[in-house]
């Protein structure tokens, strides 16, 4: 077994930490309390070739692996949370579908653009009443002509005002349940489509997510990604190369404030000594780092299947189920470390653990994920 990073993925992890810090850290705060989408950060990822990292060159991707990828993606996050949902929405979900099921006119029209960083990618699977049970979808999409005719509405999708396209699943063939489920390319702009407010959420306030409402919104049939009726299955598919992302941005999270924890441990005194030298406060900063290596390693095990060629979405529920959950414990225990400054705004921990909070729900809820690796170890329903 070899643990050690190539050359290649190790100038890429240090080569996003430095642009983190010097970029995207220093507006980490505002963008919290403004709810301020940071569209400048991205046009700066697109120049240094960040928005399509995993993606072939000839569609202006940078060819990189799946664990290039999560780290950059974990050091985007160790960051700006916001910012870190935005880029894995980016990646994993609003480009990957194309990339993974595209035609080569649909790779060069939309896969292309949106990795050259010319714009960002969205995907609308949620839906009011069709949440951990996706298959549930009541947007449908009616083939007339040469168009297919989309009406429906999707919940909480990420990036979608400012996406130059998304990427909606629909019920194509009402009859047939979930294999009557179809993907689409909806282009930015066309007529019938719009979007709901940026919603107020509890964390990840820079990242916009919105209701998407469609009303006969009209695509070439070209638009159909892949195989009607095949868009159940990918969108399972992708939401397991989803979940390494969102599993890289949990450690993200989870470093970025244990690196507080640990600095205001060695720093801040208490009956004579820094608090990191009382037992209490040692063995919480121990079991943070004992939490992060393990969960980062279930992600990168994760990416390094993917990248393999074998499965893994097993390894991919496990890796996102528990680095999301030891993120959650983390920041929690970040604040406890840093006592009242930690509840305070003016230290970035509260705003870590407000933002790491969706991630136990977003792309697979931790209850849903317990349920798909039951079924992978014991074969039931």
Known sequence: MHFELSEEQELIRRSVREFAEKEIAPQARHVDETGAFPADTFRAMGRLGLMGL???????GADADTISTALAIEEVSRACGSTGLAYAAHLGLGSAPIAMFG?????????????RGEYLAAFGLTEPHAGSDAGATR???VLEGNEWVINGQKMWITNAPMAGHLIVTAMTDKDKGKKGIS?????????GLSFGKHEAKMGLRGSVSTAVMLEDVRVPKENLLG????????????????????????????????????????EREAFGKPIGGHQSVANMIADMAVAIETARLMVLKAAWLKDQGRPFTQEAAIAKLYASETSEKVCRDAIQVLGGYGYSAEFPVERMYRDTRLLTIGEGTSEILRAVIAHGVLGLR
Do not use: C, H, N, W
């Open 227 to 266: 195989e009607r009726g095949k868009g159940f299955i990918q969108f399972l598919k992708v939401l397991d190369g989803g979940r390494i992302g969102i599993g890289a941005m949990s450690v993200g999270l989870a470093q970025g404030a244990y690196e507080v924890a640990v600095q205001y441990a060695r």
């Open 183 to 191: 993907a689409l390319i909806v282009p930015a702009g066309i007529p």
């Open 139 to 141: 947007t449908s999409a």
């Open 103 to 115: 035609s080569e006119e649909q790779k060069q029209r939309f896969l292309a653009p949106a990795a």
């Open 54 to 60: 995993p993606f072939p060159e000839v569609y202006g």
